[in-house]
């Protein structure tokens, strides 16, 4: 049971981390014409 515990918590961690990045990274832009670009760069931190 507390294994099954701490693999939640280690979940919900990673999950808050990842949807942190996708927050500060946008995946793609909208173009005035309403459609998607997406965009593609390294960034290296």
Do not use: C, W
Request: glycine share 2%; no cysteine.
């Amino acid at each position: 049971m507390l294994k099954l515990f701490i693999f939640l918590i280690l979940a919900i961690l990673f999950a808050l981390l990842v949807i942190n990045e996708l927050r500060h990274t946008p995946l793609a832009e909208e173009q005035e014409d309403g459609s998607y670009r997406f965009i593609e760069e390294d960034t290296e931190q």
